[in-house]
Nanobody, 125 residues
Framework: VQLQASGGGLVQAGGSLRLSCAAS????????MGWFRQAPGKEREFVAA????????YYAESVKGRLSISRENGKNTVYLQMNSLKPEDTAVYHC???????????????????WGQGTQVTVSS
């Protein structure tokens, strides 16, 4: 599976961005798609995930109500709509795919098999 993330950029606090992640290759094995982010000097952390077929979504507490994950199965693409952005959302955002779907499992980096290259999101105050 190959994952290509795009859509990052520089935005002012309170603004919006939409990230995209296009999957190709053996996508039949994908059960869950997730977004993680990594700020300078910090660990990579879970942001959101979506079960590929069922569409069930999961979010980190810090982004609930502001970020929204969705998918377009016909295009093998997952989106992360980011609204009301804050400076603390600044990070490199990575998309990833997993064979697993357990709720407790998919918030962990180790559950994901393939990763995209990351896209920078910078929120200015």
């Amino acid at each position: 599976v190959q994952l290509q993330a795009s859509g990052g950029g520089l935005v002012q606090a309170g603004g919006s961005l939409r990230l995209s992640c296009a999957a190709s290759g053996r996508t039949i094995n994908i059960f869950t798609m997730g977004w993680f982010r990594q700020a300078p000097g910090k660990e990579r952390e879970f942001v959101a995930a979506i079960r590929w077929s069922a569409g069930s979504t999961y979010y980190a507490e810090s982004v609930k109500g502001r970020l929204s994950i969705s998918r377009e199965n016909g295009k093998n693409t997952v989106y992360l709509q980011m609204n009301s952005l804050k400076p603390e959302d600044t990070a490199v955002y990575h998309c990833a795919s997993s064979r697993f779907g357990g709720q407790q499992l998919i918030v962990q980096k180790s559950a994901y098999d393939y990763w995209g290259q990351g896209t920078q999101v910078t929120v200015s105050s």
